[in-house]
């Protein structure tokens, strides 16, 4: 299988217990068997191809902006679909992009060009793909809002194209979420503007998660899901956890809604502290914290 991979990507392209804290924004995780880096679409089709055709478990990864590795690794190949799988070109007034490329240097090719709606995506730590995936969003706008088409490849080894209403995009979900899609590139279709206003909006909106988030510590963004009829930051923050801590990760005291690592924590940390702060807010608010953060590996 392992000379088949390299005759696929090339054996620099094929890393051997690779830790996941260097590939995760909460800078945790332990290694994975594999790590495959294709570089396009026809290169990631014969990848999962071959592991699928050996039974072989796998998981697809952009930025790891979104998830906590265990402690013991993954068994198994991660699929990294990164810098080198992120093209991107204008078509008019949309944007043709490859699920590689990082939400903030796409929503900069926007203002380059004059194009706005994706002003809101600026600060999301992530790649297109996981966005899409996970139909991200902040600021009162969403992925949902400016997708026109995505390209996947389906559980069949087929390359695919949807349009965006039929995405089934809802809160933090969608139609690649529920099913064994690998999302390749999509079609953004955004509006002309003022590059000067859009730029406006950006910093504005830059200037409010520097002042309200922890920015300059490792996380995975939002721990949790909002709950309905609830603010899940609020809720942790009520329940007077700010700055509660579990080894070396902790409550945000600048944001509630952050689990941040802080002082060199492992995966059982943070699951760990996850776990008080549901039980926590259960017993005073009655309320079910889901995490937003996926868990994944072995802990």
């Not at 620099?12 to 332990?30: A, C, N, V, W, Y």
């Not at 002309?192 to 520097?210: F, H, K, P, W, Y």
Request: charged share 20%; glycine share 12%.
């Amino acid at each position: 299988m392992i000379a088949g991979l390299t005759e696929i990507v090339g054996a620099d392209r094929i890393l051997k217990q690779e830790p996941m804290s260097r590939h995760t924004t909460f800078r945790i995780g332990g290694p994975a068997d594999w790590m495959i880096l294709p570089q396009n679409e026809s290169q990631i089709q014969a990848v999962i191809h071959l592991l699928k055709e050996n039974k072989y478990p796998y998981l697809v990864l952009g930025n790891g902006s979104n998830i906590l590795v265990g402690d013991k690794g993954i068994r198994g190949a991660v699929i990294q679909l990164g810098n080198e799988f992120a093209d991107c070109r204008t078509e008019g007034d949309a944007l043709i992009a490859q699920a590689g490329i990082k939400l903030s240097r796409l929503a900069n090719v926007a203002l380059q060009n004059g194009l706005s709606g994706l002003e809101f995506a600026a600060g999301i730590p992530g790649t297109l793909g996981g966005a899409i995936y996970m139909n991200a969003g902040a600021y009162g706008g969403e992925m949902a809002d400016v997708i026109a088409s995505v390209t996947y490849l389906n559980p069949e080894g087929e390359i695919c194209t949807v349009n965006g209403a039929t995405c089934g995009f809802g809160y933090r979900t969608s139609i690649f979420a529920k099913n064994d899609y690998v999302i390749l590139s999509c079609k953004l279709q955004l509006k002309n503007g003022d590059s000067d206003a859009i730029r406006a909006v950006m910093d504005d909106l830059q200037e409010r998660r520097t002042s309200k988030q922890p920015l300059h510590l490792p996380s995975a963004g939002s721990t949790f899901k909002r709950p309905e009829g609830y603010f899940a930051g609020k809720l942790i923050q009520d329940a007077g956890l700010m700055g509660f801590r579990v080894g070396g990760a902790s409550v945000s005291e600048k944001h509630a809604g952050f689990v941040v690592n802080d002082k060199g924590a492992t995966a059982n940390d943070v699951r760990t502290l996850v776990e008080a702060i549901q039980r926590k807010v259960k017993a005073e608010f009655g309320v079910t914290l889901e995490p937003e953060v996926k868990f994944i590996g072995e802990f």
